[in-house]
């Protein structure tokens, strides 16, 4: 596992806003609480999403837009961006593993976060299938293709995006983290980040009260100390 002082920069890629909050927002407070850079890669806009709304798709991708960057600034997190990918029908295609690659090429992350791309038997919540392809399609775009510079020439050739090895993954959402992030110091803001989505969470009643009760309980499944909280990750070395 990487050392806190060789991780520098961090891209988080995920499938739709709130994603990024609900699966690692303490640790991304704490990592720029410590000066990492973090940028935020969300491929869709999640326009399908919302409850008992007004707005068309378009309508919907562009507030949740808005309230993702909300949830980042919350955290501490200005550079996000989008893929525009539609919600709901994401595959792990050749045009999204070079898309990804291509911000990674751009960004050079030590470490990247994103999705599991398995499906999780024991609780499937975190298995949409857009989490699952997102998940797969940046793997492959961390091994081969953002590493590989005759992997999708074109980067190089028209836009200048040389080569890039990340060193490390951290999956969200699987069955066997291996992997507790404390972060019970930056509760607060992974709440008020979550809060930002209120397009998805103002109509669910005791919505705090259910998140910081998951992440206590994940805390002490991490064998911390009572009333400390924790984000779980699966750990993969990409460096080898
Ligand atoms: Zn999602």
Redesign the pocket.
């Given at each position: 596992m990487l050392a806190e002082n060789q991780v520098n920069r961090v891209l988080v890629v995920?499938?739709?806003p709130?994603?990024a909050d609900?699966g690692a927002a303490g640790t991304v407070a704490l990592m720029v609480d410590r000066g990492v850079e973090v940028t935020y890669l969300l491929v869709t806009d999640?326009d399908a999403g919302g409850n008992e709304r007004a707005q068309d798709n378009a309508g919907m991708a562009e507030l949740r837009r808005s309230e993702q960057i909300a949830a980042a600034k919350a955290v501490g997190v200005t550079d996000v961006r989008f893929l525009g990918y539609s919600d709901g029908t994401v595959v792990p295609s050749l045009e999204l593993r070079r898309d990804i690659a291509r911000v990674i090429r751009q960004v050079r992350p030590d470490l990247v976060i994103t999705h599991h791309p398995d499906r999780n038997y024991q609780f499937v919540a975190p298995s949409?299938p857009?989490?699952r392809a997102v998940g797969g399609a940046t793997l492959d775009a961390v091994y081969p293709d953002a590493r590989n510079p005759y992997a999708f020439p074109e980067l190089l050739r028209d836009e200048g995006l040389t080569e890039w090895t990340v060193r490390e993954v951290w999956l969200n959402g699987g069955s066997a983290p291996n992997h507790w992030v404390d972060i019970t110091d930056a509760l607060d803001r992974k709440v008020a980040a979550l809060l930002s989505h209120v397009s998805q969470v103002s109509h669910r009643e005791g919505f705090e009260a259910f998140v910081r009760e998951r992440f206590l309980q994940n805390g002490a499944t991490a064998g911390l100390p009572t009333g400390r909280a924790a984000e779980p990750f699966q750990i993969v070395p990409t460096s080898f």
């Open positions: 995920t499938a739709h709130d994603d609900f999640g949409h857009d989490h």
